[in-house]
């Protein structure tokens, strides 16, 4: 599903980037969510995306064989997202920051605000 088909206006260059790149490979999402599904299974109530990511590029690399393939670390947070926003029984299962691609303010790589004093 687009971003036009579910009413999202993207915000900044990597959100559109993501949204194109979930329209051509639809089943990337699928594979995510059932991983998370098998997470939940388990008994988790966190986990990290990065992990769930990481191990998706195995099993789309490694495992198929197709060195070409390339999973997008700048997608992760936007996945990360929208799992949660489809899945709204479960708000806390990833930990989101704020997204720097869309704040002018100044924040750290954990989407902390920084002092005007710091680099």
């Known amino acids: ?11 900044g260059q990597l959100e559109q980037e993501f949204w194109l790149f979930h329209a051509e ?3 990337i999402y ?5 991983y998370v599904e ?3 299974n388990q008994g988790y109530t966190k ?7 990481e191990h998706m590029r195995w099993e789309l690399t490694v495992k198929s064989g ?16 929208l799992w949660l926003r489809d899945n709204p029984e479960h708000p806390k299962f990833f930990n989101t920051a704020m997204l720097r691609s869309v704040r002018d303010e100044p924040i750290d790589r954990f989407g902390r605000e920084l002092e005007e004093d710091c680099p």
């Open 47 to 53: 986990f990290a995306i990065a992990c769930v990511w």
């Open 66 to 81: 197709d060195r070409d393939f390339v999973l997008p670390n700048n997608h992760r947070a936007y996945y990360a997202r």
């Open 30 to 34: 699928v594979m995510l969510c059932g």
């Open 38 to 40: 098998e997470l939940l």
């Open 1 to 11: 599903m687009s971003e036009a088909e579910l009413g999202v206006q993207p915000q």
């Open 25 to 27: 490979y639809p089943h």
